[in-house]
C-alpha cells in the first residue's frame, strides 16, 4: 500500500472535490428543460406556439393553454365535449374522458396548483384543480386554464363544453 496522505492534502482533496460536487450542481440547474422543467416562453420546446380550448360554462367562457406534449394533442383531438364534471376531495372536477390519453414521454405525475387542467392517467379521467394539491403520480398536465371559475370552486357537479380554440380567433 502506498504512504498515508498527510492532513493537509487530504483537506486540498477534500475541498476540490467538494468545489466540483457544488460547480457540478449549479450546472444541472441550468441545464436544458428535462421532462418535469417547462420552458418560461409561451413556446414549446418545439418552437411550436402553444394551443387553447375554451371551456363553456353557465354563461361564461373561460381559456386554457394546452402544454405542448402528447396527452394534450389527444385531448384536444377529443373536441368538442360536454361533461358533467363531479367534485373530488374539495380540491378539483373530475370527469371520464371517452376514451384513455396516450401519456408516454410524460413525466410520471407532478404537483398540481389552482387552475391546472390535467389527465389522471390510472383512472382515465379529466381533472381540473380548483385548489392546491401534493404531487400525484399517474398525473399529466395538460394545460392551464386562464381563471378558475366560481361554479368550479362548489361541491355540486358542473356542465361544461370544451372546444378548440382556432388560431384566427
Do not use: C
Not at 66 to 81: S, W
Not at 91 to 109: M, N, Y
Not at 128 to 135: A, L, N, P, S, T
Request: net charge positive.
Amino acid at each position: 500500500m502506498g504512504r498515508p496522505m498527510r492532513r493537509g492534502m487530504w483537506t486540498a482533496t477534500l475541498l476540490t472535490t467538494t468545489a466540483l460536487v457544488v460547480l457540478a450542481a449549479q450546472a444541472g440547474l441550468h441545464g436544458e428543460p428535462g421532462p418535469d422543467r417547462r420552458p418560461s416562453s409561451p413556446t414549446s420546446q418545439r418552437g411550436h406556439a402553444m394551443e387553447s380550448v375554451r371551456i363553456l360554462l353557465a354563461g361564461e367562457s373561460v381559456t386554457a393553454t394546452l402544454e405542448d406534449g402528447e396527452a394534450a394533442r389527444a385531448f384536444k383531438a377529443l373536441l368538442p365535449l360536454t361533461l358533467s364534471l363531479t367534485d373530488y376531495n374539495a380540491t378539483e372536477k373530475i370527469s371520464d374522458l371517452p376514451k384513455r390519453l396516450p401519456t408516454q414521454g410524460a413525466p410520471a405525475g407532478f404537483d398540481p396548483e389552482p387552475g391546472d387542467l390535467a389527465y389522471y392517467a390510472p383512472w382515465g379521467n379529466l381533472a381540473v384543480f380548483y385548489k392546491d394539491f401534493g404531487y400525484s403520480r399517474g398525473l399529466v398536465r395538460l394545460g392551464k386554464l386562464s381563471r378558475i371559475p366560481e361554479a368550479f370552486r362548489g361541491p355540486g357537479p358542473v356542465t361544461v363544453t370544451i372546444e378548440a380554440v382556432t388560431s384566427r380567433e
